[in-house]
């Protein structure tokens, strides 16, 4: 955070833009049911809260699953407020309300097009040109390209990526800030699809790349 807002900073406004996936295997719904950060969303707001921060969950489309329902209670039960649908998320209110957006909408399993209402809403994060943090990999990227989103300006470009467990093929190029986070692979996994990962320094769970 002091690197995104350079130095120390105190109290700031931020909104997470969340997704989970619904329930049903429905063939049409492939896009809703592939590719979310949500979980890793919630879990964001949680932390954020703790440290301190005024943190806001734009959470429209909501599931039964009961983890995300149990992370969404925590949530709740530290008064992080949650908003209920995406038509109050325009460019203005952003910038009016907001000094960084958490984009935790797709995740790496997410393909195809992007689809209503989820265009739109990209549209508009880009649009703010608030400071934006992606978790994983940015929200509508294709991650099985070097490019990520050479070429397509109305993609998210975010500010600082926080990659998990191991950099996407996407973020090959990226230039911005960008820390890996998550040391949940065992070292035999590692070996085993050549990954070559960074070694985080010892005592530490993330590290800047």
């Known amino acids: 955070m002091q690197e995104l807002f350079g130095g120390e900073i105190k109290i700031i406004n931020i909104i997470i833009i969340i997704k989970v996936p619904l329930l049903g295997n429905n063939e049409n719904n492939v896009n809703k049911l592939k590719g979310n950060n949500g979980g890793d969303g919630l879990v964001c707001a949680r932390h954020l809260k703790l440290f301190g921060y005024n943190v806001t969950i ?51 399993g997410f393909r195809g097009p992007l689809r209503a209402p989820f265009d739109s809403i990209i549209k508009e994060l880009t649009d703010s040109k608030v400071k934006l943090c992606s978790i994983d990999v940015p929200s509508g990227w294709n991650i099985d390209s070097e490019e990520g989103s050479v070429g ?31 040391r949940f692979l065992p070292p035999k996994l590692e070996k085993d699809f050549n990954l070559n990962l960074p070694c985080t320094p010892p005592g530490k769970l993330f590290m800047k790349i």
């Open 58 to 108: 734009c959470y429209p489309k909501r599931t039964d699953k009961e983890i995300y329902k149990r992370l969404l209670n925590q949530c709740v039960e530290m008064d992080i407020e949650v908003i209920k649908n995406y038509e109050g998320i325009s460019a203005e209110d952003i910038r009016k309300n907001y000094a960084l957006v958490v984009d935790a909408l797709f995740g790496f």
């Open 152 to 182: 397509n300006e109305s993609l998210i470009q975010p500010t600082m990526l926080i990659s998990l467990t191991a950099p996407k093929l996407c973020s090959k190029n990226f230039k911005n800030c960008h820390y890996l986070a998550g």
